[in-house]
């Protein structure tokens, strides 16, 4: 059974950092393309950040430059470390598995940033 499993989301100050995990459990891990997305209420998900299993990297340019995605295939976890939050940013943030037809998701966690 797959499982991936979304923390560290909370509330934070605007200009504050967050550190989201996520823990994959059911899949052969480096073989998976991880990502992480978001949805803000009354928005469409959107891609955050994604990194293939060879490490390549790729960020929506919203988050260019405050964002940090890596994985550690040991662990079969991924992270998102976010620094200088925005109140835009607020949204429930989803980890995604991608190989090839599979695709996965977590049940996703809540950032909020608000002073």
């Known amino acids: 059974q797959v499982q991936l499993v979304e923390s560290g989301g909370g509330l934070v100050q605007p200009g504050g950092s967050l550190r989201l995990s996520c823990a994959a459990s059911?899949?052969?891990?480096?073989?998976?393309?991880m990502g992480w997305y978001r949805q803000a209420p009354g928005k469409q998900r959107e891609l955050v950040a994604t990194?293939?299993?060879?490490?390549?990297?790729n960020y929506a340019d919203s988050v260019k430059g405050r964002f940090t995605i890596s994985r550690d295939n040991a662990e079969n976890t991924v992270y998102l470390q976010m620094n200088s939050l925005k109140p835009e940013d607020s949204a429930y943030y989803y980890c995604?598995?991608?190989?090839?037809?599979?695709?996965?998701w977590g049940k996703g966690t809540l950032v909020t940033v608000s002073s």
């Open positions: 995604n598995a991608n190989y090839r037809e599979l695709d996965y």
């Open positions: 990194i293939t299993s060879g490490g390549i990297i």
């Open positions: 059911g899949i052969y891990f480096n073989m998976y393309a």
